[in-house]
């Protein structure tokens, strides 16, 4: 195991190895400039020893042999929109951005993949595909700033899960490199692969606890011609759940289906005009993707859904200009959160669809237990719940009650049946409670997969499970 | 290790065991009744020690402590339709069969979760869920008379993996018994879940190697309100495979996109009367799905791209009934072989979508230089290709010409960047050539992955990687 105090210092030749490979540019170990590696979007901050940026596999190789011969810790990130502090490096280690691998190494229009370094930005590489014709699906709210390395390491979602998957489904094959320096390259080029272990998706998820990831051979599907969608508010949200259910029953599948409940539709109401009346207790915000004639009817018949749902609001947007607005709305609710309180504790709780409402209800009592306003939207589709739960950290006694609220929520998604995370993973955020989530013969055998792959433990340490 | 010869027999206490465990009608031992338990739809035999039925997990759990402790190999089986030998008991050990597991134990409409032993036959779920409006769309060619068990073990493709996806992305949680009894449950009835390694998909297709996976959780989808297909014969194989490249410019993803060559139309055309022109050299049969009115529209789309690629036929069915002959044209394939020859074997390689037309050519070309027939077929779509190399094993020389015509074929597929097996798995047939696709630190990490998992090795002993 790697020191699990933060006393560990660069040696003098562990300093060298780093500047002779990766040159004096990309080799960083001044507060100055590496501060700001230590941390990511949740604000937690450990000071990396050293901060590197390879610029190819070969240097990724040296990078990962020395590291296990020092047993250095290793943390690669990319942007750092992680926001459970997978990216901290805490015990003391080097880090190492990938923004440096940022090539599309290849699209093939004829295969439908796509070969990408991980330093890549979704949304950059979404634009440049979309272009020939072909659709990447995942589309985590990070898509803009968020790289595909940090989109696989974490199995993003996004709200097109629901009728798309998340990024597992969409990797076919990578490149790992191992606490050693070996690479393997396990799926390929082809759509299905059902040779040997799934090392594709074991990989995928595992928050860079298990190998450095240095390229990935992407899915792709053909572009639908087109999207459409509908903003629908209600008076009451046992109403919102009830249309969710009644659009399913009608067996329409819709690309996205997200929620956003009072709290969050008076936030977002303090940014901007709001297209709801006061009354509106939740808005769902949906959209069909498909063929322009097939879509017209299928709007059609989610209308005819809809109309029987008792809206109290129906907003329509047909084609990606008219829909805009709509979807402006969805993503003004992180910055109008902070209209409510200057600091969050944000979760992202994935439910079995049946327990929504109950745990929605619950939530906001434990909210108003708490004093606090706590902000409820996101996946309603997939039963993956965004709680923002707003506070004043600068308040220790707000702070406290904040952190209290928390873990009610997690203890209660648990009672449910649920999962402490759909998307974004474990990190710092939760590594205190997975143990209520996994059972003990579950940690053995992922810490028994771990060894095989990292057997001094190097790999983003202190994280997960 | 377990014993790696088949010399082991069973002591008189296992059999007491086994007997006292699983009462008389569910321990069997004589060869009579034992026999076809050795042997699947590879038609490969090994015979079994001995053959229990459990009823329930209380029995598997003791089952798996027991052969922990006196490392008997464990074969899971259910109906035995693998095609390569993953049944097969060798080396000799205990063959354990789902088939008393047969229970459907919650189908749940609101959290679109259906909860099933590993025994329940994969289309008898699906009826049983399409009556409440649900859907699980995984359709392997043998959906009616395998289980899902062994769906899973397998992580079984099909026909609507185009647009769906495979097994894999319908299992959200299971329970896993280990060597040694213990049980452990990953996953759960949430749609998303990224808490911990992804252990769900490593049990997915792992081929009864880590394992006995004694209940699985799966994600259902709305059903599509309707479907529609056409079968579209060309003169030449370019022409079928521009089609297909056609209809993903259009944007459409199909349901389904299957296909087959001139040497499969000339059998299917001894057992049926065949709709197509005697000049045709490939038929797509594809299939949408929608709601009515979409599908509509999606079909004309469908039609006006198909007709711009010169079509020597094509024909239409709207919905099931008129679907119903198109697709009996699939399914009479693997009988229809068999008036080719009395003998096949079997290979489902999947390539880079791009690489098919060389492939199929050459795999012609294989098949001439072998004096032998060999029938192609499969899911375009996806790039998977169904093999049969169609011979008469009666005459030794004939199979040796046969077996070293599949070498060829899977030499050319490596080549080409694709895999050995794109949903029927390793089983006996590939364990031979499967360090021919994985390297061997993937071989060692999937070591090290089993070794957790199974640390005697006692799994379904012999078979994969």
């Known amino acids: 195991m790697p020191n699990s105090n933060d006393t560990r210092t660069l040696a003098k030749d562990e300093r060298r190895f780093l500047r002779d490979t990766f040159g004096e540019g990309d080799a960083l170990f001044d507060a100055e ?6 941390a990511d979007a949740y604000r937690n901050f450990a000071p990396p020893l050293a901060v590197v940026r390879p610029a190819g596999q070969e240097q990724v190789r040296e990078l990962m042999a020395w590291a296990q011969k020092v047993r250095m810790p290793i943390y690669v990130r990319a942007r750092g929109t992680n926001v459970v502090g997978s990216c901290v490096p805490r015990p003391a280690g080097v880090v190492v951005s ?22 890549v930005i979704t949304g950059d590489l979404q634009k440049h595909i979309e272009k020939q014709g072909l659709f990447y699906p995942p589309d985590p709210a990070s898509v803009k700033i968020s790289t595909i390395g940090g989109n696989v390491a974490t199995c993003a979602g996004g709200m097109r899960a629901l009728k798309y998957g998340v990024t597992r489904e969409y990797v076919l094959g990578l490149t790992a490199v191992l606490p050693g320096g070996e690479a393997i390259h396990p799926g390929g080029r082809t759509h299905k692969n059902v040779v040997g272990l799934d090392l594709v998706r074991l990989l995928v998820g595992s928050e860079g606890s298990l190998a450095f990831i240095s390229d990935i051979t992407l899915k792709l599907l053909p572009k639908p011609e087109s999207t459409a969608s509908l903003l629908v508010g209600y008076v009451q949200l046992e109403q919102a759940l009830s249309a969710a259910r009644a659009i399913f029953a009608a067996g329409i599948l819709p690309a996205a289906m997200e929620f956003m409940t009072r709290e969050t539709l008076a936030a977002v109401g303090k940014v901007m005009t709001a297209p709801w009346p006061d009354t509106t207790e939740a808005a769902l915000l949906i959209r069909l ?15 005819n859904v809809l109309e029987k749902t008792g809206p109290a609001s129906l907003d329509t947007g047909l084609g990606p200009e008219e829909e805009e607005p709509l ?62 739960i707003m506070h004043d950290a600068s308040d220790p006694q707000e702070r406290g009650r904040a952190v209290d609220a928390k873990e009610r929520v997690l203890a209660l998604t648990l009672s449910l049946g649920g999962s402490l995370s759909g998307e974004h993973g474990v990190g710092l955020a939760k590594a205190a409670h997975v143990h209520k989530q996994l059972g003990p013969v579950e940690r053995r055998l992922m810490a028994g997969v771990k060894h095989a792959f990292d057997p001094l433990g190097i790999m983003n340490p202190g994280k997960g499970w």
Chains 1, 2 share one sequence.
């Open 289 to 303: 993707d498909g063929s322009r004639d097939a879509l017209a009817a299928d709007l059609k018949r989610l209308k």
């Open 98 to 119: 990938t923004l440096k691998m940022n090539r599309i190494i290849d699209v093939d229009a004829e295969d439908f993949v796509a070969v990408v370094e991980p330093g």
């Open 327 to 388: 979807w402006e709305i969805r993503r003004m609710i992180n910055p109008a959160s902070y209209q409510i309180a200057p600091d969050k504790i944000s979760d992202d709780i994935t439910l079995p669809r049946a327990k929504i409402l109950e745990c929605l209800v619950k939530i906001r009592e434990v909210g108003r237990g708490a004093g606090l306003t706590i902000l409820t939207f996101g996946h309603l589709g997939d039963g993956n719940i965004h709680v923002n």
């Open 33 to 38: 400039s590496t501060c700001v590696f230590g």
